[in-house]
């Protein structure tokens, strides 16, 4: 009960302050001579998103595992490493396979961030936050829970 309460503080504590981040771009810092306001928001605020969709991630994924997985480890080697070697696949395939997925919508590398584009920009950062808190979460919350199914 108090670690669930304590995880919660730690999101809305993180939460806090990637919005308060984001404020302080919009009403503080202005464009550069040499990129947009679009792009200087997605280029300030990439890297606290993908930190906060990673620590969102791993709160709830520590959630899920406490409640639910109460992972253990096999004392047989190779079903340990199998574990592993399926747990990093997984991982990089969500990763890798969500990128292209979102800049189908949005792609922040291909110059679609031009001048008043703070909407693109914004939505950007949202789903590198989504792809970060999803890569994680599967890790260490849904891909332990579905060895504990299995029986693995």
């Known amino acids: 009960q108090d670690r669930t309460r304590f995880y919660f503080y730690v999101l809305a504590a993180s939460g806090v302050i990637f919005v308060g981040c984001y404020l302080y771009f919009l ?11 679009a792009s200087t928001l997605y280029n300030t605020l990439e890297g606290v998103a993908k930190m906060m969709g990673t620590i969102f991630g791993f709160t709830a994924g520590i959630m899920i595992e406490h409640k639910h997985v109460q992972f ?15 747990g990093v696949g997984i991982v990089m395939a969500v990763r890798l396979g969500l ?4 800049n189908l919508i949005v792609n922040p590398d291909s110059g679609a961030l031009i ?14 936050f989504v792809r970060y808190f999803a890569m994680v979460l599967i890790g260490i919350g849904v891909y332990p829970l579905a060895f504990k199914r299995f029986r693995f």
């Open 72 to 86: 253990e480890n096999h004392r047989v080697l190779w079903k340990n490493l199998i574990r592993f070697a399926l």
């Open 27 to 37: 009403f503080t810092v202005t464009a550069s001579n040499t990129m947009t306001d």
């Open 99 to 102: 990128k292209p997925v979102f």
């Open 115 to 128: 001048e008043g584009a703070m909407g693109k920009a914004t939505l950007a950062i949202l789903f590198d």
